[in-house]
Every structure is written in structure tokens, then in C-alpha cells.
């Protein structure tokens, strides 16, 4: 588990960097903001997911949704979609710097 | 280091005060800017209305025209909510343009004709010619008359479709049910592939049941359908079972469910072999096809809808031009608004980087369609999508997305129909807000 946290934390470096001054977000979030918001500000229950939690956490959370690990009505059918390339993607714009 | 001293807070303050005052600058140095390129949007409904937004935000120096004939947008999604009676009118579920033209957009308030995509123009109904560097097309779909014989728009009076919200608010159908007598009958004559809204007609279906349960528990609903299957049906079929009993019945294709004519004086359907339906409310939905604008410039070449590089969503047949929406065919993609939003972005990103010297990030698609079955009870299907190599077909991401799980409590359910609430109003603030 530790080891693939920082695994993941590596592979985020470079996103980070390079998405800081990114305006657009990444492919991957355009679906993602019309359930929780244009800002990730969460909508009418749907949780606010912008800048909540850390890149580790966030992570991880996508991680046990995939994993049917973390209960939910939808974000299981969700995570499964995406790539590891993706998640870091989404981590470097939702969650906390 | 946090120290909130005097002088810090007016310092902020100061600062705050010079950033309102570069954003109220804004929008004007932006239209003057907007030199890179000319954005040209036809349809301002899901696909076009999200096009024109994104464009804005994410290619400030592209100028962006959206041309629309209405002044106003409603919703099909959520329009089945008033049959339960849980909106009295379509207010709600109406949006202006305001938001939109205040980012920058330049609406005409028109209808499109012709576009002749070896000059790159679009001319209106109006009379103005508008010239782009690169076309979005997103009309939506025409409902096709007389393919059910005797179904034509004067019929539809009698037997509203309420499938084209321009063409005939939901009220049509919600005044018939209104004034139908308890014990009454309700048709619907659910339409074959591909179509607007895959699940549309079942979720209509079970808001005229959570209609009759409360107002007219008595009433019966036929569903005579095209298909012998339909979107998210094993979740529809059990829940339709707890909720209203014996109160719908679906009967399939294969078991005589196809309608091939109506007779709106005796208010009754036929279906293939001959047999004859009476209703006391009859929905006809119709099928269906892209919107004129598509079919009259070519982009359809002849058939039902445009073909397009699954990669870019650029039409297949004129170049520079991008048709999204249910206008298109992007199977296995449903035909709705969330993917003519994220299809929206597509062509954006693809159309911007092309006019602004940039490279498109890669090309990834997306769908929810939730659907309200009572009340606190709701589902939903997901689908993530991507183009192959080629952009000759789609992809869905495998052991992703799919429907809602068959075995769920009632809070999961409830949640769902929460949720389903909270993505109605993202889309439309992403959109009009
Ligand atoms: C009952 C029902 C329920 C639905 N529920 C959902 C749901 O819950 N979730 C979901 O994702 N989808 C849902 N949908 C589907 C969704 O409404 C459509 O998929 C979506 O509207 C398609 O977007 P579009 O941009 O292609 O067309 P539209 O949204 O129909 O927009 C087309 C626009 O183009 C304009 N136009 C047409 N011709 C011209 C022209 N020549 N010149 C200029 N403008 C023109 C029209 O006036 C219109 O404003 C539902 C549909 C129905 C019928």
C-alpha cells in the first residue's frame, strides 16, 4: 500500500507542475463537473470535491470506489473508466495542492 | 505569519479592488481581442449552449456566434417531472441566453437555412450571411411524419409526441391526463433505435403512473413499444412492479407492440398485425431524425443522421464542420444531453486548437442518464467512452459504467433521485448559469 502511494505521488509531480496555470480543465473532469458542480463546488447532495482533499487522498478515494471498497450509489461505475494516467489528471485539478 | 494586521486587510482589500475592476474590463478587451478565430454556433440547446460556454472560457481569444431562433431554452430533461405534477409549469425548467451573451457570446436571434461550407457560411432565414472559421452544428432532431401512418403534426395535437420542446411543450400531454376520468387508459407508443433519450419514454411512462397513483389510481398505462428492450429495463420493470402494481404494462415488439398507424377521430393506434388499441390519452413518440439543418446541408448525406470522426466529432461530410448532439450518430452513445454537453467540449478543444495553433488533448466521452421511476426513487446508466485509432467507431471503457445495481435499499434509491437533482442543476448552470 505504501509503496504505491508513493508511486502515485511520483507520477503526480509532473501533472502538478505542469497544470498549475492550466485554466482548461483536464479531459477527464468534464464529466465529473456536471454532477458536482462547474467549480467541483458539489451540487444538491452530490459532494463538493474541489480542493477537499489531499492528491493522496483523492486518489485513493477513486481507488475504493473502483474497487467496490467505498460504498456509493454511482462513483464506483465512474472511477472503474479511468486510466491511472487519468486519476492523476483529476487529482492535479480537484484536489488540494 | 498569518497576522491579520490593520494595513494587510486594507492591502487586500486594495488588491480585491483592482481585480473586480480588471474583471469588469473584462468582457470588452476580450470581444476586441477575439481575433484568432471565428467560432460559429448552430443550436443553442445542450450541445450548442455548452459549446458556446466552453469556447468562451477556454479560447478567450476565438470569437464565438451562436445562432438560435428561440429566446429561450426548455429542457426536455426534467419535462417528465410535470406529468407527476411535480412542477405546475415549465418555468423551471426554462433557461435565458443572458448568462451566455454577458461571457461574450454573440447571439442571433435566428434560424439557420443553409450552409455552404466551400465559402464557409451560414445564411438565416433573416437574411444575414455568417462566416466562420469553423462550424459547430448541434439541432437536435425532427420527428418524422407520417412514418406511423396518419401521424403527422396536425395528428399530434390529438396524440401529443412532447418530444421537442419547441415544437410542443410537455403541458400538451399533462392538460390531456389533467382532464381524463379515473379508469382511463393512457398509450404510449415508444419509438425504435437509435433515438433521443434512451430511456426518456420509461421514465415518462413512470411519472403518468406516480400521476394516476395519486390522482386517478384506477387508470391503466400501455406501453406499446418498437423494441423488445429498452434502456435500464430490468430496473424500470421491477420497480414499476413495487411502485404501481399492475398498473403498466410494456408489451414488445415481437409481441405485436410496434405501432404502424393511428386514427386520432377514434383515438386509437394499430400495431403490425392489425390490432387495435382505443386510449383516452395517447403519447405517440415518434421516430426520429437530425434536425433539418443537418439533413438540407448535406452533413446527414441522405440518411437519418451525420456521420462524424468518432476522434473530433468533425463531419465526415464538409470540412471544418463539427456536428454534435442527438444529430449525429456516435453509437454506443446514447442520444442526450449530458453527451451532447461532453461532445460539446470535444469539438471545442479539437476546433479551438485548430484555429489557435494548438494540439488537442487526447479524446475521452462521458454519460449519466438518471432517470426519476417515483418518488425518492431514482436510477441511473453510465457509460465512459473513447474513439479507436481510426475515429471509426466508439469504445466504451470496459468493466466500467452500466446501471444502477437491481438489489438496492431505498436510501440508495432515494439518494439517486437526489443526486439526479444535483446533476439537473450542474449541467443547466454549466450551460445558463
Ligand atoms: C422526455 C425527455 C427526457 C430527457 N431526459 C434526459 C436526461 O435526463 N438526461 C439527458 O442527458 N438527456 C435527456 N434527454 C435528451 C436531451 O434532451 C437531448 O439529448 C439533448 O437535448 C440533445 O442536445 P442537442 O444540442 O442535440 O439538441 P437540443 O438540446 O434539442 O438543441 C437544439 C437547438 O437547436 C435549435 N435549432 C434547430 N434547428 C436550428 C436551425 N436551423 N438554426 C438555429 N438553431 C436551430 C433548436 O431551437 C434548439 O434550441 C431527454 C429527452 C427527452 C425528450
Not at chain 1, 75 to 80: D, E, V, W
Not at chain 2, 373 to 401: F, L, M, Q, T, W
Request: hydrophobic share 40%; charged share 20%; aromatic share 8%.
Amino acid at each position: 500500500m505504501r509503496r504505491w502511494l508513493i508511486l502515485v505521488v511520483l507520477s503526480l509531480a509532473p501533472v502538478a507542475a505542469g497544470s498549475a496555470a492550466a485554466q482548461t480543465p483536464p479531459v477527464a473532469a468534464n464529466g465529473c463537473l456536471m454532477c458536482h458542480g462547474v467549480n467541483g463546488q458539489g451540487a444538491n447532495g452530490i459532494p463538493a470535491i474541489m480542493r477537499v482533499q489531499s492528491r493522496a487522498d483523492f486518489t485513493a478515494t477513486m481507488k475504493l470506489f473502483a474497487e467496490n471498497k467505498k460504498p456509493g450509489t454511482i462513483m464506483g461505475r465512474i472511477s472503474r473508466g479511468y486510466t491511472d494516467e487519468d486519476i492523476a489528471e483529476l487529482s492535479a485539478w480537484f484536489a488540494k495542492p | 505569519m498569518t497576522k491579520h494586521t490593520p494595513f494587510s486587510v486594507s492591502r487586500r482589500r486594495a488588491l480585491a479592488g483592482a481585480a473586480a475592476i480588471a474583471v469588469a474590463g473584462a468582457p470588452a478587451i476580450l470581444r476586441a481581442q477575439a481575433t484568432a478565430g471565428r467560432l460559429v454556433i448552430v443550436g443553442g440547446g445542450f450541445g450548442g449552449a455548452s459549446a458556446a460556454r466552453a469556447a468562451r472560457e477556454r479560447f478567450p481569444a476565438v470569437a464565438v456566434t451562436l445562432i438560435e431562433p428561440a429566446a429561450s431554452f426548455t429542457t426536455c430533461p426534467y419535462g417528465n417531472l410535470l406529468i407527476a405534477g411535480r412542477y405546475s409549469d415549465t418555468s423551471p425548467i426554462t433557461f435565458g441566453y443572458d448568462k451566455l451573451i454577458a461571457r461574450g457570446v454573440a447571439k442571433v436571434t435566428d434560424t439557420a437555412v443553409e450552409i455552404d461550407s466551400a465559402k464557409k457560411t451560414v445564411r438565416t432565414s433573416g437574411g444575414q450571411t455568417i462566416a466562420y472559421d469553423r462550424l459547430i452544428v448541434s439541432p437536435g432532431i425532427d420527428l418524422k411524419w407520417n412514418a406511423i401512418k396518419g401521424y403527422d403534426e396536425a395528428a399530434s395535437a390529438a396524440m401529443p409526441h412532447c418530444w421537442k420542446p419547441s415544437l410542443q411543450p410537455v403541458t400538451a400531454l399533462t392538460d390531456k391526463l389533467k382532464a381524463m376520468p379515473d379508469g382511463g387508459v393512457f398509450i404510449m407508443s415508444a419509438p425504435p433505435n437509435p433515438f433521443r433519450c434512451p430511456p426518456g419514454p420509461y421514465e415518462r411512462a413512470s411519472m403518468v403512473a406516480e400521476y394516476f397513483k395519486k390522482a386517478k389510481p384506477k387508470s391503466k398505462i400501455l406501453i406499446l413499444d418498437s423494441k423488445d428492450g429498452f434502456s435500464k429495463q430490468p430496473l424500470f420493470l421491477a420497480a414499476w412492479k413495487q411502485l404501481y402494481g399492475d398498473m403498466i404494462e410494456w408489451v414488445s415488439s415481437n409481441n405485436e407492440g410496434r405501432v404502424v398507424a393511428v386514427d386520432p377521430a377514434s383515438m386509437t393506434v394499430e400495431t403490425e398485425f392489425g390490432k387495435k388499441h382505443k386510449g383516452d390519452v395517447i403519447n405517440i413518440i415518434p421516430p426520429q431524425q437530425a434536425a433539418k439543418i443537418a439533413r438540407d446541408s448535406g452533413l446527414t448525406g441522405g440518411g437519418d443522421w451525420a456521420a462524424i470522426d468518432t476522434r473530433s466529432f468533425e463531419s465526415k461530410a464538409a470540412r471544418d464542420v463539427f456536428v454534435i448532439g442527438d444529430a449525429n450518430a456516435a453509437p454506443p452513445m446514447p442520444k442526450s444531453g449530458f453527451v451532447a454537453n461532453n461532445t460539446a467540449m470535444r469539438a471545442v478543444a479539437v476546433a479551438g486548437a485548430q484555429m489557435t495553433g494548438g494540439t488537442p488533448p487526447k479524446a475521452l466521452y462521458f454519460n449519466t442518464c438518471y432517470s426519476h421511476v417515483g418518488d425518492n426513487y431514482g436510477i441511473s446508466v453510465v457509460g465512459i467512452y473513447r474513439p479507436n485509432a481510426d475515429g471509426s467507431k466508439i469504445d466504451e471503457a470496459p468493466n466500467s459504467g452500466g446501471i444502477s445495481a437491481r438489489e438496492a435499499t431505498a436510501d440508495i434509491r432515494a439518494g439517486e433521485a437526489t443526486y439526479a437533482d444535483g446533476w439537473y442543476r450542474s449541467i443547466t448552470d454549466y450551460m445558463f448559469g
